[in-house]
């Protein structure tokens, strides 16, 4: 089992960029594959970008060019580096983990975050 926490949301000006964290405990981490996903005042929970155990990494088409996931073992921490902030991307985003590659391929995660804010103003 994992818990995990998610740090670095805040409000910003569109353009900008944040950097968020995932702290994980437990010292297994390096077995998990990790994801990123965000929700929206009255929209559903959206994928956002993923890395494996492996550091392979996917992203949603809203993030690609703009938004990146790592990785940092010796810290337990995933953290989404998210640049040319738009205010579509207002959201709570919140950090998933499993270890199994197969839910992870399917975004079917099974510990959860409880999100952090991310505001974008125009």
């Known amino acids: 089992q994992v818990q995990l926490v998610e740090s670095g949301g805040g409000l910003v000006q569109a353009g900008d960029s944040l950097r968020l964290s995932c702290a994980a405990s437990?010292?297994?981490?390096?077995?998990?594959?990790m994801g990123w996903f965000r929700q929206a005042p009255g929209k559903e929970r959206e994928f956002v970008a993923a890395?494996?155990?492996?550091?392979?990494?996917y992203y949603a088409d809203s993030a690609k060019g703009r938004f990146t996931i790592s990785r940092d073992n010796a810290k337990n921490t995933v953290y989404l580096q998210m640049n040319s902030l738009k205010p579509e991307d207002t959201a709570v985003y919140y950090c998933?983990?499993?270890?199994?590659?197969?839910?992870?391929?399917?975004?079917?995660?099974?510990?959860w975050g409880q999100g952090t804010q991310v505001t974008v103003s125009s």
């Open positions: 437990g010292r297994t981490f390096s077995s998990y594959h």
């Open positions: 890395i494996t155990w492996s550091a392979s990494t």
């Open positions: 998933a983990a499993t270890q199994d590659l197969r839910r992870s391929q399917l975004r079917q995660y099974n510990y």
